[in-house]
């Protein structure tokens, strides 16, 4: 008798991430939004009697994308401060915007919409840092995207909290409310250390530690923020969390664009991650992250997409292809970030850094069914000697076909299950209404 399945998926190839290579005609087998086995599709048809049998000729299964570092909502300012440096970006335009419009509704429908854009591309993990964290978790419930979502914290008020206490205190009793939530996990997420007191970020190691949370915080992301804290704190940004005992295993940096020998060193030292943002960085004309440096010294690395306010595009696939480019150029090295580290840093290695490496991130018997089916058949990817090159250097986020979060279709033959993409625009529509100079 054969044994009971869900679904049993049947793509040209399967690409576990966690073992060497590509499998050829191969199966995976999901039950109860669990992956159940991986096995050669004869085998697998011999084997299990499934509730659904999907053939997927000419694609690539692999694990779900993780976007290690986003700000979901902020996909409403999409353009709306573009070709300026951070502090101008941030200090002329982002923050007074924020100031005035951003609301529970704002975030909601923000995050909405960049849910829909990154499952749409394959992204079915998303690590969020933004206000109003509640209303980007029923947010991203409503998708059915799994997400960490960041418990902000900045010593300013704004129009979510108060004063730092504040912060911590609602992104606790979210927690709280919260925890039990399958696709939810939460992390504390101080903005940068130019926002952040040192009493502050006290308070936050010992709750992480208590919690066993990631901390999640931008860091050197550029020259001005290092010169300033040298003037306000004697040391560099880095220096001054090592002090303050926050780096170690739970620590996920953003960015970390302008680092010396010594900071990668403490980095390598204390087991931190960090959240590569290459499209952002060159976008905010921040510069270009030492990814050499940081692999050679065996530092964790995910891939972040940053806000679609920096960005534009909350694409995984062009971060990939773009932090394997800029790697091999900066360093001179073809072989520094070959295409199956690409893959692996935007899947299993940022679960790592978010502790979910456990639940998601590779295609093997156990974990949870968060799956992307590829297109790799157009002419324009033929030849294909290899599909895992071709997932990093040839296929973009409109190869998706399909998607599963935890076993349930999010994506099918492009198009998305839950989302109405009319209701989405009307929605981005009213906020650039909005945002828009009157006059």
């Known amino acids: 008798m054969k044994a009971p399945a869900d679904l049993l998926l049947l793509p040209q190839w399967v690409v576990p991430v966690e073992s060497e290579g590509p499998l050829a005609d191969h199966a995976v087998v999901v039950e109860n939004g669990r992956i159940l086995d991986v096995l050669p599709a004869d085998a697998a048809q011999a084997r299990y009697d499934a509730v659904q049998t999907l053939p997927l000729p000419g694609r690539a299964l692999i694990p779900g994308l993780v ?8 996909s409403l300012f999409r353009g709306y401060a573009d070709d300026l440096p951070l502090m101008a970006w941030l200090n002329d335009r982002i923050w007074p915007a924020e100031k005035k419009h951003v609301s529970e509704a704002f975030v909601r429908d923000g995050t909405l919409l960049a849910a829909a854009e990154m499952l749409a591309g394959g992204i079915t993990t998303c690590n969020d840092m933004y206000f109003f964290p509640k209303a980007a978790g029923e947010a991203f419930l409503q998708a059915g ?3 960490t979502l960041g418990m902000i914290v900045l010593e300013f008020p704004s129009t979510y909290a108060s004063d730092a206490d504040d912060y911590l205190a609602k992104g606790l009793a979210l927690r709280d409310e919260l925890k039990d939530e399958p696709l939810l996990a939460f992390a504390f997420a101080p903005h940068a250390p130019y926002t952040i007191s040192d009493a502050t970020f006290g308070r936050i190691n010992t709750l992480a530690e208590q919690l066993g949370l990631p901390i999640h915080t931008h860091i050197h992301e550029t020259d001005d923020e290092i010169r300033d804290s040298l003037k306000q704190y004697g040391v560099r940004p880095l220096e001054r969390l090592a002090r303050l005992g926050l780096l170690g295993p739970n620590f996920i ?9 010594a900071e990668i060193g403490l980095l390598a030292q204390h087991g931190c991650h960090l959240a590569h943002c290459p499209t952002s960085n060159l976008k905010l004309a921040s510069g270009i992250a030492p990814v050499d440096r940081f692999i050679r010294a065996g530092i964790n690395l995910g891939f972040g997409t940053d806000g679609a306010a920096s960005n534009n595009r909350l694409d995984l696939f062009g971060e990939m292809r773009l932090a394997a480019l800029l790697a091999k150029g900066a360093s001179g090295d073809p ?3 070959p295409a199956a580290a690409a893959l692996r840093a935007a899947t299993l290695d940022a679960a790592r850094a978010l502790n979910l490496d456990s639940q998601i991130g590779s295609i093997v018997p156990g974990k949870r069914a968060d799956l992307v089916a590829v297109d790799l058949h157009a002419l324009s990817g033929q030849p294909v000697f290899d599909p895992v090159s071709h997932l990093v250097y040839v296929a973009g986020r409109e190869h998706v076909t399909h998607v599963w979060v935890d076993g349930k279709l999010k994506l099918n033959d492009r198009r998305l299950v839950d989302l109405d993409i009319d209701d989405l625009t ?11 100079p009157q006059g």
């Open 67 to 74: 976007n290690l570092h986003g700000h979901a909502a902020m």
């Open 145 to 147: 995207m799994r997400a």
């Open 426 to 436: 009307a929605r981005a529509t009213y906020w650039r209404t909005k945002l828009a």
């Open 335 to 337: 072989a520094i970030l």
């Open 253 to 261: 940096g953003v960015h970390a664009v302008h680092v010396n020998e």
